[in-house]
Nanobody, 117 residues
Framework: VQLVESGGGLVQPGGSLSLSCAAS????????MSWYRQAPGKGRELVAS????????NYADSMKGRFTISRDNAKNTMYLQMNSLKPEDTAVYYCKATHALSGRGYWGQGTQVTVSS
């Protein structure tokens, strides 16, 4: 099982980044996918999640209207489009796969997002 995040980097406030999470080693379409983030000195928090079919999404309040989660089950990949980025969005962003029935979960290694001028 492997989850590999990519797309992180340094961006100025107000800018945009697009993250990807490439999955392998499991049946991607059976898993709810989520993005989490962890800022320095803070706990890991949910950013957004998407059902295994992609029919429903959920966002943390502070991300609504700025972030968009999506997935392509044919490519075994999940995405996070982040717009209007703020310094407080600086964190390591992780993807997580959770089996829709059993709840078994897998984590990626994370990708750093830094929002700074």
């Amino acid at each position: 099982v492997q989850l590999v995040e990519s797309g992180g980097g340094l961006v100025q406030p107000g800018g945009s980044l697009s993250l990807s999470c490439a999955a392998s080693g499991f049946t991607f379409s059976n898993y709810v996918m989520s993005w989490y983030r962890q800022a320095p000195g803070k706990g890991r928090e949910l950013v957004a999640s998407i059902t295994n079919t992609g029919s429903r999404t959920n966002y943390a309040d502070s991300m609504k209207g700025r972030f968009t989660i999506s997935r392509d089950n044919a490519k075994n990949t999940m995405y996070l489009q982040m717009n209007s980025l703020k310094p407080e969005d600086t964190a390591v962003y992780y993807c997580k796969a959770t089996h829709a029935l059993s709840g078994r979960g897998y984590w990626g290694q994370g990708t750093q997002v830094t929002v700074s001028s």
